[in-house]
Nanobody, 127 residues
Framework: QVQLVESGGGLVQAGGSLRVSCAASGRAFSNSNMGWFRQAPGKEREFVAHISWSGDSTNYADSVKGRFTISRDNAKNTLYLQMNSLKPEDTAVYYC????????????????????WGQGTQVTVSS
């Protein structure tokens, strides 16, 4: 079992930076593949980034590649998403998610493959 709590969201101007965090409780965090997703009003939840349990492998949506960085600190049971060069279209509720399975191919992109979710944190980027 993994409980996830996001924090660090807020209002930022376009071009600015923000780091959101996801604190996990439970021993399973260090064995879990982790992902960040986001959901804007009226839109489906979409993949943002994924990191393997060891941190050795990361993957990004094309829309954030080169601007966002996912990382984790297993000693602190915390997942991070550093967001730079933010754009108004990045405005959404950001969710972290944990998966107990080993992903094959690009299955990390699909919300249905994750077992645990946080409550989300709002990120708003003004133009």
């Amino acid at each position: 079992q993994v409980q996830l709590v996001e924090s660090g969201g807020g209002l930022v101007q376009a071009g600015g930076s923000l780091r959101v965090s996801c604190a996990a409780s439970g021993r399973a965090f260090s064995n879990s593949n982790m992902g960040w997703f986001r959901q804007a009003p009226g839109k489906e939840r979409e993949f943002v980034a994924h990191i393997s349990w060891s941190g050795d492998s990361t993957n990004y949506a094309d829309s954030v590649k080169g601007r966002f960085t996912i990382s984790r600190d297993n000693a602190k049971n915390t997942l991070y998403l550093q967001m730079n060069s933010l754009k108004p279209e990045d405005t959404a509720v950001y969710y972290c998610a944990a998966a107990r399975v080993t992903f094959s191919s690009r299955s990390y992109r699909y919300p249905m493959n994750y077992d645990y979710w946080g409550q989300g944190t709002q990120v708003t980027v003004s133009s």
